[in-house]
């Protein structure tokens, strides 16, 4: 897939102090990227720079193989978190873009009731924008975007004002449409969910540098450092000396415990290693036989509920999270205290950059 943004050598500063420090950069066509990060690692100031709304000290952005003209800002469209709409009705809005862009009366219907449609605004079209509910002012603002039909959408943590249902049936309905358009887009979220269900990457920012880029799977599977798995949810990470290694397989000493990990480590190397809750199963009584290489009994250390499930930390001589639903929880008869197996499987484990 050939790359509509490329970005090489970029460097970005904002009063004077340098902010963004991004060596290579690329979004093939037709695929989203995310932006996702702590607040102030420069998310939105990379959203603009690339929206061609800030300018860079330094480097080269190429958008479709050329350097950025002067037609770039009518290529692509930027969402914000706020909707900036004007005081008009939903239509007005949808067209306002359009008029801008000289397009004809029909033309402009046309996109309109497609873009209406697709974000679920058909019957709000005659609406004032004064009388929307958060929800409606964003869809409104995403439908406006796409009745452009811009080369390139830059969102900026565009569902993050809303309350979740609300938020939950947008994503989805972004989700639809960005397959269905084939859109290109670059989002920041801080929601590791959100990137999960819109982006094919991820790229994860960590003080204006990019700590990861990659594939959604793959950071989230494989994050290369204790930063990035920290941000997307890899909860435990234990630090240890790898004792033994044979056959693609390792050891590594953590506290009075073994924990087994596949890939290449040298005897003697200390490693860091990450595994995510959800790959963790507790049970009551001894580990029977189970294909899972690590299997060790420790106590619950405390219990978090999180909504549909509950954080189960469990202290087995290294600490270690694991999700249960409430009701495992429950048929568990789990409470502080309580001894428990914790399994994983070696593939669970993640050998991580130190
Ligand atoms: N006008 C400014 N002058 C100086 N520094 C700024 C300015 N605006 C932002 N910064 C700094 O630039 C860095 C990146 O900010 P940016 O808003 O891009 O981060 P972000 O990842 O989008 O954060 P958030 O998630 O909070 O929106 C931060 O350290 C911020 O303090």
Redesign the pocket.
Known sequence: MSALLEVSGLKV?????Q??DVPRLEVAAGTVLA?I????????????TLAGLLPAREGRIAFDGAPLGPDYRRRVTMVF?APLLFDLSVRGNLESGLRLRGLQAEERNVRVTEAAARFGLTELLGRSARHLSGGEAQRTSLARAFALRPELLVL??PFSALDPPTREGLVTDLARVLRETRTTALM?T?DQAEALRLADRIAV?R??RVAQEGPVAEVFHAPVDAFVAGFVGMETVLTGRVASAHAGEFRVDVGPCQVVALGGAGVGEEVRLGIRPEHVTLGRGPAGPTSARNAFTGRVAALVPMGPFVRVEVDCGFPLAAYVTPASRDDLALAEGTEVTAAFKATSVHLLRP
């Open positions: 500063d904002l009063g004077g102090v902010v963004l932006l990060g702590p607040n102030g690692s420069g998310k939105t100031t990379l959203l603009k978190q900026d943590e920041a801080h920012l003080e204006g």
